[in-house]
C-alpha cells in the first residue's frame, strides 16, 4: 500500500519503505517530517537478517558487548546499535549486524534515519556466517563506500577470515567524487579502526576488539571476571569476620582475665584489712591483760 505526500513528491511505498530524498525532505513541514518518519518500519525483515544460527549471533553480541562495555567505561558518546533498520535518503532501508556512530547521543532509537539524525553510520561490521557471500563480500562494499560509511569490517565467520575497508579522507567530505574504499592492510594480524581508535583481530574462532595491548570484555568475560572479584570479596568478608570473632574472644578472656585479677586484688584488700583489725583487736586485748 502505497501513501504519497503530493507536494513533496514523495511516495511511502510499504514494500519497499525508503526516506525521503534530501530534496523532498527539504520540502516538508515539521509535521510531514514527523508523519513520514512514523511510517517507517522498526521492524527487520527476514530478507535482510535471515536467521544463521548460534554463530552469528554470538559473534554480534560480543562484539557490540565489548564496544559498549569499553566506551562506557572511558565516557566516549558514541551509538552503538544491533540489527538496526537503517534509512539513507532515497536508498533501500538495510540493518548492519553492527554499527557505531560517533558524537551522537546513545539513547536508545527503533531506527535510524539519516535525515532526522543528521549524519550517517560512521562504522559498520557485518558477520558473515552462511548465505549468499556477495552480498556481505561484494554488494555491501560498494553500497557502504557509496552512502559515505568510513569504515566497514567484514568477519567471515565461515572462513575465519577478516577484511577491512576504509574511505580515503579526500573523499568522506566530497559527494562529487565517487566512493571506493580502500583496504586497510593488517599489522601483525591487527587490522586498526580509526573510528573507533581500536584494534581488531582474530584470536582463533573469535573476533577481538584491542585498545593498545588490552583486548575489551565481553559480557560473559566481564561476568567471569567481576565473579571471580565477588568470590574473593566474599571470601576476605569471611577472613575478616573469623578474624574478628577470635579478637572478640580474645579480648572477652583478657576482660574477664582482667575482672579476676581485680576480684583477686580486692579479696587481697580484704584479707589484709582482716588480719590488721584482729591483730589490733589483740594488742587491745593485750593491754588490757597486762593492766589487771
Not at 514494500?15 to 527539504?26: L, N
Not at 532509537?109 to 535525515?115: A, F, G, N, P, Y
Not at 583496504?183 to 584470536?203: M, N, W, Y
Request: zero cysteines.
Amino acid at each position: 500500500m502505497a501513501q504519497a505526500l503530493p507536494s513533496t513528491g514523495y511516495v511511502f511505498d510499504a514494500a519497499d519503505p525508503r526516506a525521503p530524498t534530501s530534496e523532498q525532505w527539504s520540502r516538508m513541514t515539521p509535521a510531514e517530517r514527523a508523519r513520514v518518519v512514523d511510517m517507517l518500519p522498526a521492524d527487520v525483515p527476514l530478507d535482510l537478517m535471515p536467521p544463521e544460527g548460534d554463530a552469528h549471533r554470538k559473534a554480534k553480541r560480543d562484539a557490540l558487548d565489548a564496544l559498549d562495555g569499553f566506551f562506557r567505561r572511558i565516557g566516549r558518546k558514541i551509538y552503538l546499535s544491533s540489527e538496526l533498520s537503517v534509512f539513507y535518503p532515497g536508498e533501500p532501508r538495510f540493518a548492519p549486524d553492527v554499527l557505531a556512530v560517533l558524537d551522537v547521543e546513545p539513547h536508545e532509537r527503533m531506527k535510524w534515519v539519516v535525515d532526522v539524525e543528521g549524519k550517517g553510520l560512521d562504522f559498520v561490521l557485518e558477520v558473515h556466517v552462511a548465505g549468499h557471500r556477495a552480498k556481505d563480500h561484494e554488494d555491501n562494499v560498494e553500497r557502504y563506500a557509496r552512502l559515505g560509511v568510513r569504515e566497514y569490517f567484514l568477519f567471515d565467520r565461515s572462513r575465519l577470515r577478516l577484511h577491512a575497508y576504509r574511505l580515503p579522507a579526500a573523499q568522506e567530505g566530497d559527494p562529487s567524487r565517487p566512493r571506493v574504499y580502500q583496504r586497510i592492510v593488517p599489522q601483525a594480524g591487527r587490522f586498526v579502526s580509526e573510528v573507533l581508535g581500536l584494534d581488531l583481530l582474530l584470536d582463533g574462532s573469535r573476533l577481538r576488539f584491542f585498545a593498545g595491548n588490552a583486548p575489551l570484555e565481553d559480557a560473559d568475560e566481564r561476568i567471569v571476571r567481576l565473579g571471580g572479584m565477588l568470590d574473593q570479596v566474599i571470601a576476605r568478608q569471611e577472613e575478616a569476620q573469623r578474624l574478628a570473632e577470635e579478637l572478640a574472644a580474645e579480648l572477652d578472656r583478657e576482660r574477664r582475665l582482667r575482672e579476676e585479677e581485680q576480684r583477686l586484688r580486692e579479696e587481697e584488700q580484704r584479707l589484709r584489712e582482716e588480719a590488721e583489725r584482729q591483730l589490733e583487736q589483740a594488742r587491745a586485748e593485750i593491754e588490757q591483760l597486762k593492766g589487771r
